[in-house]
């Protein structure tokens, strides 16, 4: 059973746990939590033989950040490289000739140069033979730096991570849909990120019909289900006839074809 680090952006930190609970009930899958504990870090280390289920859940989820197969982890640097080097001789990794970079992940630290970076993947010496490519690498190596929750971070990370980049999530779908680019904006409506969360934890999945009773000019971003999951309807009913505006905001969606029921 493979174990595997979960990485999540730093947003919504109490939807983190029910948003994987429920997308871990769409797909059915079977994790053991190992490590973490996501109301209070963004790591989250788990165990499971079920990696396509696994992908799935990440491209639904947008709190996760990515995912990565985990080699190592530990206290200090010297356990990490330890942990690292025992997981590479007990898999008997092929070392890969393609394009690959180092990505780093550091929490609760601002600042950190681009010299002390390179500083600790040095110390950690572990490398790929190809080239190194930062735009359009095949291979990724995430290195993760957890400097605590504390409000003053401290100079040495608390614990580190170190794996291979397993798949990312899916954060595209709340910059795509932002706010700012809708036609119709309303001093009450609802960012992208929180309307995908909501779909995500009601298990909207193909073939549902969701329906909002009051969709308003400050719910129009649930119209986003019909968007980011396919093969979802939507049927909504507003209190008053839309204007231009709002219907330009329903097309903008991709809803071209709409009715409206009056009450």
């Not at 990485?7 to 973490?36: T, W």
């Not at 909002?212 to 396919?230: I, K, M, Q």
């Given at each position: 059973?493979?174990?595997?680090?979960?990485?999540y952006?730093?947003?919504?930190?109490?939807?983190?746990?029910?948003?994987?609970?429920?997308?871990?009930?769409?797909?059915?899958?079977?994790?053991?939590?190992?490590?973490?504990?996501?109301?209070?870090?963004?790591?989250?280390?788990?165990?499971?033989?079920?990696?396509?289920?696994l992908?799935?859940?990440?491209?639904?989820?947008?709190l996760?950040?990515?995912?990565?197969?985990?080699?190592?982890?530990?206290?200090?640097?010297?356990?990490?490289r330890?942990?690292?080097?025992?997981?590479?001789?007990?898999?008997k990794?092929?070392?890969?000739?393609?394009?690959?970079?180092?990505?780093?992940?550091?929490?609760?630290?601002?600042?950190?140069?681009?010299?002390?970076r390179?500083?600790?993947?040095?110390?950690l010496?572990?490398?790929?033979?190809g080239?190194?490519?930062?735009?359009?690498?095949?291979?990724?190596?995430?290195?993760?730096?957890?400097?605590?929750?504390?409000?003053?971070?401290?100079?040495?990370?608390?614990?580190?991570?170190?794996?291979?980049?397993?798949?990312?999530?899916?954060?595209?779908?709340v910059s795509?849909?932002?706010?700012?680019?809708?036609?119709?904006?309303?001093?009450?409506?609802?960012?992208?990120?929180?309307?995908?969360?909501?779909?995500?934890?009601?298990?909207?999945?193909?073939?549902?019909l969701?329906?909002?009773?009051?969709?308003g000019?400050?719910?129009?971003?649930?119209?986003?289900?019909?968007l980011?999951?396919?093969?979802?309807?939507?049927?909504?009913?507003?209190?008053?006839?839309?204007?231009?505006?709002?219907?330009?905001?329903?097309?903008?969606y991709?809803?071209?074809?709409?009715?409206?029921?009056?009450?």
């Amino acid at each position: 059973m493979d174990r595997f680090l979960i990485y999540y952006s730093g947003v919504e930190i109490n939807f983190r746990g029910p948003e994987l609970a429920s997308l871990c009930s769409i797909f059915n899958l079977d994790l053991i939590v190992e490590k973490g504990d996501v109301d209070k870090s963004r790591y989250l280390v788990v165990r499971t033989t079920e990696e396509d289920k696994l992908r799935a859940v990440a491209k639904r989820s947008v709190l996760i950040q990515q995912i990565s197969r985990l080699w190592g982890h530990g206290e200090t640097m010297d356990s990490l490289r330890s942990s690292v080097r025992q997981h590479l001789d007990e898999s008997k990794f092929d070392i890969p000739t393609e394009k690959w970079k180092f990505n780093f992940e550091v929490s609760n630290k601002r600042g950190m140069d681009i010299g002390k970076r390179m500083a600790f993947a040095e110390d950690l010496g572990v490398s790929f033979d190809g080239p190194i490519d930062l735009e359009s690498p095949q291979h990724v190596l995430d290195l993760y730096l957890d400097y605590g929750q504390a409000k003053k971070s401290p100079d040495q990370p608390l614990y580190y991570y170190f794996g291979y980049r397993f798949c990312d999530a899916g954060r595209d779908l709340v910059s795509k849909y932002d706010t700012k680019d809708r036609a119709f904006l309303g001093n009450t409506s609802m960012c992208a990120q929180m309307a995908l969360v909501m779909a995500n934890q009601a298990k909207v999945q193909d073939g549902h019909l969701v329906f909002d009773p009051f969709v308003g000019s400050g719910r129009y971003r649930s119209l986003l289900t019909l968007l980011g999951l396919e093969g979802v309807r939507i049927l909504v009913s507003a209190h008053r006839t839309p204007d231009c505006m709002e219907q330009r905001c329903v097309s903008f969606y991709g809803c071209y074809n709409c009715g409206y029921s009056m009450f």
